[in-house]
């Protein structure tokens, strides 16, 4: 008799075993299979609705879910922020797939490690995860993401100055690279960075000539126009990287008119609506504790402080890009009605005054403006350094070098050294700093100043010049 009820007990346990392997089996089988719609999407470029698939993934994932999947779906996710230019987000799906991947083996941690580097600002950190990534990928025999993060990690090295151990890197990369395209771009841009780093701009000029520039992305493009201009600095060009500086804004506004793109953010928001309504009940002691935390916060005066900061300059950078298109439009819209140049210009002069107004605000929130107060105590242009001049100069030129732009295309009599000398002005260069930033005597910056005050109408120099309260 016991041993009937003994069997009778075995095969109900072994039915309740089997029937949990099945469901947790069919629950895999699913989060699969929505992996699989996802990447059919992401191919048919609908990558909002992608991301609303993987987000219905990711919560669906458990302790039952192998870690393989968990580090696809959250891997994904970092992918689609990261290609639509959203770092920070990418960010934090990519430190999630890490951690993932640590338990799935060698194979997915070398490929954890390099999203994770694709998306760190911090040298000491990037360093760190290149090496852990190089050394890996060489374990696993991922011959790729081995010489990937060998080029990057002597970018690096050339970031912090440490041109040695980049040099050592680069010296030896060719055979690694072999034939593939895409590792020879890469190879040639940090050589490149080396050869700016060190100063020895006639070779990179020579290289840059010899690039190809077709079949370049927005960030390609953005790391060549950010070395051209380099160079110019560097040579003391600054009419020239002004220029190069135009090209630099141009993507750079492509880039941010992409990540301001809302569509992924709503996808974001309705699905967060659609838990939100789910889970009310549960989330209420969440809540109370975010009101409590919230409520701390308030205290951390400092860090406070820095948010709202940082908040500032984004709102700033949003209204400079309403600005631009504004602009834009105006300038485009009098083109196609043949509108005469001074009535379009008229037009034009309060957003540039407004631009102008915005530009300073940004820059004066910046450390080096300290400095410049600091420079602007002296009274005598012998005793200003020249060097700590030019490093606020290049300050200048890379906040203001757009709507310098926009003064030479509205007002064709504008130089490059007019406009870049309407620009210190601006941002409060005494008399002797700007004397030292243009190596003139002040006789001839005044003489300077009397002729921009015969190309620029009388509101915009008055608004530069502050002649008038």
């Not at 709503?266 to 504790?289: H, P, Q």
Request: charged share 30%.
């Amino acid at each position: 008799m016991r041993l009937h009820n003994f069997h009778k007990t075995f095969i109900a346990t072994l039915a309740m075993f089997l029937l949990l392997v099945a469901c947790n089996s069919g629950h895999n089988a699913e989060i699969y299979r929505g992996l699989q719609r996802a990447e059919d999407l992401i191919s048919e470029d609908k990558k909002d609705e992608a991301l609303t698939q993987l987000f219905d993934l990711e919560n669906n994932l458990d302790v039952t879910t192998p870690d393989t999947l968990k580090y696809k779906v959250l891997s994904r996710i970092g992918s689609i922020y990261y290609s639509d230019f959203k770092k920070d987000k990418a960010d934090d799906y990519f430190k999630k797939a890490l951690a993932v991947a640590r338990e799935c083996g060698k194979e997915y941690e070398s490929t954890a490690l390099w999203n994770r580097c694709l998306t760190i600002s911090d040298n000491d950190s990037i360093l760190i995860y290149l090496k852990e990534c190089q050394d890996i990928s060489h374990v696993s025999g991922l011959r790729y993401t081995e010489v990937m993060a060998g080029i990057n990690l002597a970018s690096a090295y050339i970031q912090i100055g440490n041109m040695d151990e980049a040099h050592e890197i680069l010296d030896n990369m060719d055979r690694a690279v072999g034939s593939d395209s895409v590792l020879k771009i890469e190879l040639t841009n940090a050589r490149l960075n080396y050869l700016i780093g060190s100063k020895n701009f006639d070779e990179a000029k020579e290289m840059l000539e010899e690039q190809s520039v077709i079949n370049l992305n927005l960030y390609g493009r953005l790391s060549r126009y950010r070395n051209l201009y380099a160079i110019e600095i560097g040579e003391g060009r600054y009419g020239f990287a002004l220029e190069y500086r135009d090209s630099i804004d141009e993507i750079k506004n492509k880039i941010d008119s992409i990540s301001l793109d809302e569509k992924l953010s709503k996808t974001e928001l309705e699905f967060t609506s659609k838990l939100d309504k789910e889970k009310r009940n549960r989330e209420i002691t969440v809540i109370i504790g975010l009101c409590v935390i919230i409520i701390l916060s308030v205290f951390l005066f400092a860090g406070v402080k820095r948010k709202l900061m940082m908040r500032k300059q984004i709102e700033l950078n949003e209204q400079i890009l309403k600005l631009n298109l504004r602009i834009a439009q105006l300038t485009e819209s009098h083109n196609e009605g043949d509108t005469p140049a001074n009535e379009v210009n008229a037009d034009v002069q309060p957003e540039i005054v407004e631009k102008l107004r915005l530009n300073k605000e940004l820059f004066i929130r910046k450390p080096i403006y300290s400095r410049l107060k600091q420079l602007n105590l002296k009274r005598d242009s012998d005793a200003i350094a020249k060097t700590a001049v030019k490093e606020i100069l290049e300050g200048v030129i890379g906040q203001f070098a757009d709507v310098c732009s926009n003064l030479r295309q509205l007002y064709p009599g504008m130089t490059s050294d007019d406009v870049l000398y309407c620009s210190i002005i601006y941002v409060g260069f005494s008399k002797e700093v700007a004397s030292v930033a243009f190596g003139s005597s002040e006789d001839a910056l005044r003489r300077r100043k009397s002729r921009i005050k015969q190309k620029l109408p009388q509101a915009v120099f008055d608004a530069i010049f502050g002649t008038k309260a």
